[in-house]
């Protein structure tokens, strides 16, 4: 073998080392993301039951804070939303609620570890406004935020993961004969994802891909623009799917793009779902079609019913359960214009519930707005609409569904609103650990998932 032989048979066998070592350090790095997101999981859950066993009449004032956490200039911080004696609810910083404090509570923050995962954990208690609270409104219903934020030098931690709790005062119905609202008030959350649902939990992601047509039922199956048949049209496909958990730190970026056949001005920026602004105004009535679906009428280059709204389900409700809700919720939705121009935009959004109909069809049922004069349908708009980067919304949800019957199956739905948006559509980004859309309704019995 001559020298140069001998060198090029070392290059070689470097280059196959630094792949295999690369390959080696990949797999560490998504091993220990899913360690830390358990991690953190696990001591949330921890956390807040040490608030909930203080739930009875010796120990609820004791649900508080030793002292008023500082507010902090990062916003990577959760006490980013302390305002004063006052801290915002929602992470977009709307829903400032005053803080509980007193000397025998708990400590706003504390440090971690477990194994290698160390971080911080945020603790707030707030005053919750309810209308089942004595006269002359005496509060008696807490709202007990507990956020956890990994160190910095944590291989891709998210900003920060975090769970919420209403706890009423069981001393309520002593001073008012107006019962308190069901003991605990408990927020159950849904994460949208990319997975349709016909699948019982939520699947990795695929890669890039043409938008999900979620016009139909759970057992068509995933549908898409391949499906679609000229002179006939495109058969409606399962809605994605809401699953309970957030999806597993393994991405640190928004990299997946859920509709490749919507263009935007911007490929580079094309990441997410987005979706086409209607061709008339208004927030339509539900349907759940079965037939497929021809393109819309006078729109060029030809556009679908199903690139204009997009629907997600919650797995059905399983036999012998039914849950009560108490009217209120929240839709979390990460968003911005497409192709990063500024203008007002304006979505529909419905909450519903999917249910067989006396000939065994399914049928979506939706919750009227309490709000708004019982519309079946709520709106939220903003000008400008986020336009420079990835920005959270937050859709309040005062509905008129109070229970979650077995078989029956919750759903949520979106759409650009034509009036109110000036632009061509909007994008939206879930299934992402950094970027969370959710869906989360106050249920005042135990969830059965």
């Known amino acids: 073998m001559t020298f140069t032989e001998v060198i090029m048979a070392a290059l070689v066998l470097t280059i196959g080392s630094l792949a295999v070592l690369s390959l080696v350090g990949a797999s560490v790095k998504n091993n220990y993301r899913a360690e830390q997101s358990q991690v953190v999981s ?109 160190d910095a030098t944590s291989v891709g931690a998210r900003r920060y993961q975090e769970t919420q709790s209403l706890i009423a005062d069981p001393r309520a119905s002593q ?51 391949d499906d679609c048949v000229a002179g006939t049209g495109c058969p409606p496909g399962a809605p994605d799917l809401m699953v309970t958990h957030p999806p597993p730190v393994f991405t640190e970026e928004p990299l997946i793009n859920f509709a490749t056949d919507v263009l935007s001005p911007n490929p580079s920026q094309d990441k997410g779902l987005r979706t086409f602004k209607p061709g008339t105004n208004g927030c339509p009535a539900l349907d759940v079609p079965s037939a497929p679906e021809t393109a819309i009428p006078s729109v060029t280059p030809a556009r679908y019913r199903y690139q204009e709204i ?11 359960s039914t849950v009560q809700l108490n009217g209120r919720g929240v839709l979390n ?45 709520f709106q939220y708009s903003a000008n400008p609409w986020p336009s420079d980067k990835w920005s959270e919304v937050t859709v309040p949800l005062h509905f008129s569904l109070s229970q979650l019957i077995a078989g029956s199956k919750l759903g949520v ?35 059965p998932f």
């Open 333 to 377: 939705l990460w968003t911005r214009t497409i192709g990063g121009v500024s203008y007002p935009a304006q979505i529909c959004v419905w909450l519903f519930q999917r249910q067989l109909n006396v000939f065994g069809v399914p049928q979506d049922t939706a919750a009227l707005n309490l709000d708004a004069s019982n519309a079946p349908y």
């Open 42 to 150: 696990d001591r949330l859950q921890d956390e807040m039951e040490k608030f909930k066993q203080l739930a009875d009449n010796t120990n609820y004032d004791r649900i508080a804070l030793t002292s008023a956490p500082a507010h902090s200039t990062d916003p990577n911080d959760p006490a980013y939303r302390v305002s004063g004696s006052s801290y915002a609810v929602n992470r977009n910083g709307t829903g400032l609620q005053p803080m509980v404090v007193d000397g025998g509570g708990l400590a706003p923050v504390t440090s971690f570890a477990s194994g290698d995962v160390h971080g911080t954990i945020h603790r707030f208690v707030v005053w919750e406004p309810s209308s089942v609270c004595p006269a002359p409104q005496d509060p008696c219903l807490k709202r007990v935020i507990i956020s956890i934020q990994l």
């Open 413 to 447: 739905a979106i759409q650009v609103e034509r009036a109110g948006t000036t632009g061509g559509g909007l994008q939206f980004l879930y299934d992402e650990p950094s970027f969370e859309s959710r869906l989360e309704v106050k249920t005042t019995s135990q969830v």
């Open 175 to 225: 001073r008012n004969t107006t019962p308190p609202p069901g003991g605990d008030v408990t927020p159950w959350t849904f994460w949208l994802t990319d997975t349709t649902c016909d699948q019982s939990d939520r699947q990795p992601l695929v890669g890039d891909h043409a938008t999900h047509n979620t016009r139909g039922v759970c057992s068509a199956g995933l549908k898409d623009a």
């Open 310 to 320: 997009h629907r997600w389900l919650s797995p059905a409700i399983p036999t012998g």
